[in-house]
């Protein structure tokens, strides 16, 4: 089960739930997170609310934007897509399960694989700027 684990003032996802991409390959998700940021939205496409000067400036970091999506939730069975995101279904429940915790459906995670951030799709571009202007 994936919880919320606190390291000092920091919550970090500590599982490493499986996910299913569009080829139904089932896979880590730390696989889909990449090496870099990820910004993870649960049923929502994390772009949707985003300038393109924010899509810009993530892509040079390498950004991965991921949609998770319910297991088999597009219709006949087929995996939801959004544009412009990786589209993954939670297979197993669990991320959906973290996200019912944390009750906000945007999640930044860093590198190291901790979360620097919770939002809403409302307030995602405003979290990211704080985040830019801490890492310029």
């Known amino acids: 089960e994936i919880s919320l ?4 003032s920091e919550m970090c996802i500590r599982d490493r739930p499986f996910v299913e991409d569009a080829e139904r390959t089932r896979r880590r998700l730390d696989e889909v997170l990449g090496d ?13 609310e985003l300038s393109d000067t924010t899509k810009a400036y993530w892509a040079r ?6 949609q998770v999506n319910r297991s088999r939730s597009g219709s006949r069975n087929q995996p939801l897509s959004a544009d412009g995101v ?9 991320l959906g399960n973290w996200f019912a915790k944390v009750r ?23 979290v990211l700027a704080k985040l830019q202007g801490q890492l310029s």
């Open 5 to 8: 684990g606190l390291v000092g």
């Open 36 to 48: 870099s940021y990820a910004v993870l939205g649960y049923r929502v496409n994390p772009t949707a």
């Open 61 to 66: 970091w390498n950004t991965r934007f991921i």
């Open 86 to 94: 990786i589209s993954v279904e939670d297979v197993d429940n669990k």
């Open 104 to 126: 906000d459906c945007v999640v930044i995670v860093r590198p190291d694989r901790f979360v620097a951030a919770i939002t809403t799709p409302e307030r995602l571009e405003s």
